[in-house]
């Protein structure tokens, strides 16, 4: 099956800094979502993004297909930016939503 | 609109008993999927109900089952509780499947003791 590869597995920032979070899949998607654990444990969509690039505030997103990768930007970065950041992506056949293993983020003031 | 709901939040159950986990898809939404998120094993799928049908399954025991009701909702019900079984179950639900973006209920927290 499908396999998803998120980089790196943690992530100490100071505030105010930037980052580049990065996954990696083995074949061809036709889903592909950036998400933010809260504490709490529910997964906060941030992007849909199987192709192209978008941006919400500080955050943005580019998805290059053909490479089989995406990369998550978060700028300025926020005491409340610190959690975990999963990667899915569903394949062809659209079976199921495979996730990678997630990036934790600590950021501290 | 209302986000996913998922009840109960919380669970503590006995090795050997079986439990029932609720999920209430956004409104008009008609696939849900299920997945278990341990931290040994990370974010799992269970299964995907499309129009009270299941489409996809993922590589679980039989003791995992589950069905969606005629207005989308759906139940996912564990027999047989093993101490493994502790996890977040969380629930998704989409317009129209996994290619679809995927929106999350907060989950329900299984501790088995």
């Known amino acids: 099956g499908i396999q998803v590869e998120q980089s790196p597995p943690d992530l100490i920032l100071q505030e105010g800094a930037n980052s580049t979070l990065r996954c990696n899949f083995s074949d061809s998607v036709n889903n592909l979502q950036w998400f933010h654990q809260n504490p709490w444990g529910q997964l906060i969509n941030l992007f849909y993004?199987?192709?192209g690039t978008k941006q919400n505030g500080r955050l943005s997103a580019t998805t290059v297909a053909t490479e089989r990768y995406s990369l998550l930007y978060i700028s300025s970065s926020q005491t409340t930016d610190s959690g975990v950041y999963f990667c899915a992506v569903a394949n062809q056949a659209g079976t199921a939503l495979i996730f990678g293993k997630g990036t934790t983020l600590s950021v501290s003031s | 609109k209302a986000g996913v709901t998922q009840t109960p939040r919380y669970l503590i159950k006995t090795r050997g008993q079986q439990v029932t986990l609720s999920c209430s898809p956004i409104?008009?939404?008609?696939?849900v999927s299920w997945y278990q998120q341990t931290p040994g094993q990370g974010l799992q799928f269970l299964f995907e109900y499309f129009s009270e049908t299941q489409r996809n399954k993922g590589n679980f025991p039989g003791r995992f089952s589950g069905r969606q009701f005629s207005n989308s909702r759906s139940e996912m019900n564990v027999s047989t509780l093993e101490l493994g079984d502790s996890a977040l179950y969380l629930c998704a639900s989409s317009s129209q499947g996994q290619t679809y973006e995927q929106y999350f209920g907060p989950g329900t927290r299984l501790t088995v003791t």
């Open positions: 993004i199987p192709s």
């Open positions: 409104s008009g939404h008609r696939s």
